[in-house]
C-alpha cells in the first residue's frame, strides 16, 4: 500500500532533550516536506526536500534540521526544543514536487514540549 | 510573500444544509488544491483546479476557480454528518514552483 509513514504518533519530551521524528515513504517520491499544524494557523511549511541531498526552508525553518540521505526517508531533527514547538507535525511526499502534484500527508506526529 | 486566506474559520450547519469555504490569493495562482482533513486525521487531497473559471464536482461538492486564478471554493450541497472535518485549499504560485501555500482552513461541524 502506498503510504507515508510517520514515528512517532505521540510524543512528550522536556525542554532541550534532542528528538528526531522520523518520516518515510514507499512510492518513489523525490519531494518530501515538513508541515507543523497549530490551531488557527493551518499549515506552515518547515523544511522541503526536491531529491537526495537537496533541502530548503520552507516558512517556520527555526528551531528544525533535516536531512535527506535516502530517497525514502525524512527525518526532523530537534537539537534543542523548546514549548513553542509543541505542535502537530505532517510529513508530506509527492512525486516531484513541481505544480500540479497532489500531496500525500503521513498520519501525523503530535509532540508536546514541557 | 504569497499569501492565501480562507474563511470561515469556522462553520456549524444544521445536517441538510449547504456549506461554502472560500479561498484568496494575494498573487495568480497556477493551479489550486483543495484537502480535507477529518478530525484526528491528516489532510487528504480532494481535487486540483488549473484552468481559469474551471468547476469540478464530485457529488455533493462542487469546487470553482475564479477566472482571476486568484480565488475558489468549495460548497457542499445538503451536508451529512461524513462531511466533518478541516478543509483546506492551497495554490501554487507558478508553474515550476515548489512553494504549495495552504490557507488556514476552514473547520466544518454538522450538527445532525
Known amino acids: 500500500e502506498a503510504q507515508v509513514t510517520q514515528n512517532p504518533r505521540y510524543l512528550i519530551t522536556v525542554t532541550g532533550k534532542k528528538l528526531t521524528v522520523t518520516c518515510s515513504q514507499n512510492m518513489n517520491h523525490e519531494y518530501m516536506s515538513w508541515y507543523r499544524q497549530d490551531p488557527g494557523l493551518g499549515l506552515r511549511q518547515i523544511y522541503y526536500?526536491?531529491?537526495?541531498?537537496?533541502?530548503d526552508k520552507g516558512d517556520v525553518p527555526e528551531g528544525y534540521k533535516v536531512s535527506r540521505k535516502e530517497k525514502r526517508n525524512f527525518p526532523l531533527i530537534l537539537e534543542s526544543p523548546s514549548p513553542n514547538q509543541t505542535s502537530l507535525y505532517f510529513c508530506?511526499?509527492?512525486?516531484?514536487?513541481?505544480?500540479?502534484?497532489?500531496?500525500?500527508f503521513g498520519s501525523g506526529t503530535q509532540l508536546s514540549v514541557l | 510573500g504569497q499569501q492565501v486566506m480562507q474563511i470561515p474559520q469556522y462553520q456549524h450547519v444544521q445536517e441538510g444544509e449547504d456549506f461554502t469555504t472560500y479561498c484568496n490569493s494575494s498573487?495568480?495562482?497556477?493551479?489550486i488544491q483543495w484537502y480535507k482533513q477529518r478530525p484526528g486525521g491528516h489532510p487528504v487531497f480532494l481535487i486540483q483546479l488549473v484552468k481559469s473559471g474551471e468547476v469540478k464536482k464530485q457529488k455533493r461538492l462542487t469546487f470553482q476557480f475564479g477566472e482571476a486564478k486568484k480565488n475558489s471554493s468549495l460548497h457542499i450541497t445538503a451536508t451529512q454528518t461524513t462531511d466533518v472535518g478541516t478543509y483546506f485549499c492551497?495554490?501554487?504560485?507558478?508553474?515550476?514552483?515548489?512553494?504549495?501555500?495552504f490557507g488556514k482552513g476552514t473547520k466544518l461541524s454538522v450538527i445532525p
Open positions: 508530506a511526499s509527492s512525486l516531484s514536487g513541481t505544480w500540479g502534484e497532489k500531496l500525500f
Open positions: 526536500s526536491m531529491n537526495v541531498e537537496v533541502t
Open positions: 498573487t495568480t495562482l497556477s493551479n
Open positions: 492551497a495554490g501554487y504560485s507558478g508553474a515550476g514552483s515548489y512553494q504549495l501555500t
